[in-house]
């Protein structure tokens, strides 16, 4: 069976990382991008199977990413999971009247990640 891939677009390099390590140790491939601009490009040239999207990053912050990514027919259909710092009230909410497919608040469990992956691309 072929791997997953998965992207990860996030500012910061530990976290990408941890959460790179994390997944290869589930069976994933990973991507990473270290800004908004970088992940938008890297999801048309890549076309992961889902996208890990950090919402606070410089110059292009996730949200924006995404309305991006849904706007786009090339990468409108990969899972976009929210995975930020910031907890959000209404987090889940709203990442999911964004295009969301999942959200995870961080400092996250591992396995936590892998199981809403999973419900995201199978």
């Known amino acids: 069976m072929e791997k997953k891939k998965i992207l990860i677009i996030d500012d910061e390099k530990l976290i990408v990382k941890s959460t790179a390590l994390a997944l290869s140790y589930f069976g994933y491939n990973t991507v990473q991008a270290a800004s908004g601009a970088e992940g938008l490009a890297a999801a048309q040239k890549e076309r992961p199977n889902a996208i890990l999207l ?22 409108a259909s990969i899972p976009v999971i929210i995975f930020t710092a910031k907890e959000y ?6 990442a999911k009247e964004k295009g969301a497919a999942g959200y995870i608040a961080k400092p996250f469990e591992p396995e936590a990640l892998d199981q809403l992956i999973k419900q995201c691309v199978e």
């Open 89 to 94: 009230s209404n987090g889940y909410s709203l």
């Open 54 to 75: 950090d919402i606070m990053m410089p110059v292009m912050d996730g949200w924006e990413v995404l309305a991006r990514l849904k706007e786009d027919p090339a990468t």
